[in-house]
Nanobody
Framework: QVQLVESGGGLAQVGGSLRLSCAAS????????MGWFRQAPGKEREFVAA????????NYADSVKGRFTISRDKDKNTVYLQMNGLKPEDTAVYYC???????????????????WGQGTQVTVSS
């Protein structure tokens, strides 16, 4: 089992920044690909960013490319999502997820992931 706990959400103004963290515990963290997804009210969960174990390789949704950066600290078993230039449409619950045994891939599909955190709310106000 793997436990994922997100933190760092909150209220930000348009153009502001937030950094989300996702701390993993349980099984060995370092062999997982990690991803961030988000879900706004009334919408389906959507891919935001992902990072492979080795490389690393990253993928981003077009809507966040150039504004968000995913990174990981293997020593701390933590993955981060630095969010800059926030927009009202970034408002959502953000979830981190782990995909077991993906070394060189940064998956973008929800059903690729094996473990999920509980989510952290991000609200961007104008």
């Amino acid at each position: 089992q793997v436990q994922l706990v997100e933190s760092g959400g909150g209220l930000a103004q348009v153009g502001g920044s937030l950094r989300l963290s996702c701390a993993a515990s349980g099984r060995t963290f370092s062999s997982y690909a990690m991803g961030w997804f988000r879900q706004a009210p009334g919408k389906e969960r959507e891919f935001v960013a992902a990072i492979s174990y080795r490389g690393p390789y990253t993928n981003y949704a077009d809507s966040v490319k150039g504004r968000f950066t995913i990174s990981r600290d293997k020593d701390k078993n933590t993955v981060y999502l630095q969010m800059n230039g926030l927009k009202p449409e970034d408002t959502a619950v953000y979830y981190c997820a782990a995909d077991v045994n993906k070394l060189y891939v940064a998956p973008i599909a929800t059903n690729d992931y094996d473990y999920w955190g509980q989510g952290t709310q991000v609200t961007v106000s104008s």
